[in-house]
């Protein structure tokens, strides 16, 4: 078992939610650990940032994993930026308000107002996902997709010219 304060999958650089929430390891004393039976391994840091904030505030570095999360941009092609038609944006992410997944339906409508040679793919998992399917078919140029395997990411990444991230942080 592993134990993870990490907002999800995304790749930080500031260390934000685990210097916000880390408070609940130290006050609980242990709480989350022994709730688990004494069986968790550690702390999954996703960025450096995180790693650093987690041994500043006193997790124990032989208990500390970095196993950075993001994607290699050094594997995919280069953009040609809208060039092709209609324009793709793409949404990757946790489908959940905390990551703004609810407001796709929205923006999908008002950026077609505009154009209506814009689509939007939407790639991810969570609680939402049955909701923007079903918002999906009442909404012309939102589609929705499940997640992908780490190794589909150069080639999902390679279909959209631009991305939209409305996460609503604090």
């Known amino acids: 078992i592993v134990l993870s304060l990490s907002p999800g999958p995304a790749p930080t650089e500031h260390a934000f939610h685990l210097k916000t929430h880390a408070n609940m390891w130290r006050m609980s004393g242990g709480f989350w650990e022994r709730g688990a039976g004494g069986k968790t391994s550690g702390l999954v840091a996703v960025s450096a940032a995180d790693r650093d904030a987690a041994l500043e505030l006193?997790?124990?570095?032989?208990?500390?994993?970095?196993?950075?999360?993001?994607?290699?941009?050094?594997?995919?092609?280069?953009?040609?930026?809208?060039?092709?038609?209609?324009?793709?944006?793409?949404?990757?992410?946790?489908?959940?308000?905390?990551?703004?997944?609810?407001?796709?339906?929205?923006?999908?409508?008002?950026?077609?107002?505009?154009?209506?040679?814009v689509s939007?793919?939407?790639?991810?998992?969570g609680p939402l996902r049955e909701w923007l399917q079903l918002q999906s078919a009442g909404t012309p140029?939102?589609?929705?997709?499940g997640g992908y395997a780490p190794g589909q990411a150069a080639r999902v990444l390679s279909t959209v010219q631009m991305a939209v991230m409305p996460s609503r942080w604090g």
């Open 58 to 117: 006193g997790f124990p570095p032989e208990r500390v994993r970095l196993i950075p999360n993001g994607v290699r941009t050094d594997s995919l092609p280069p953009l040609a930026l809208c060039d092709r038609r209609p324009i793709r944006v793409g949404f990757f992410g946790r489908l959940c308000e905390q990551k703004g997944a609810d407001l796709l339906p929205d923006i999908v409508r008002l950026v077609r107002e505009k154009n209506t040679e």
């Open 120 to 125: 939007f793919d939407v790639y991810g998992d």
């Open 141 to 145: 140029g939102l589609n929705v997709y």
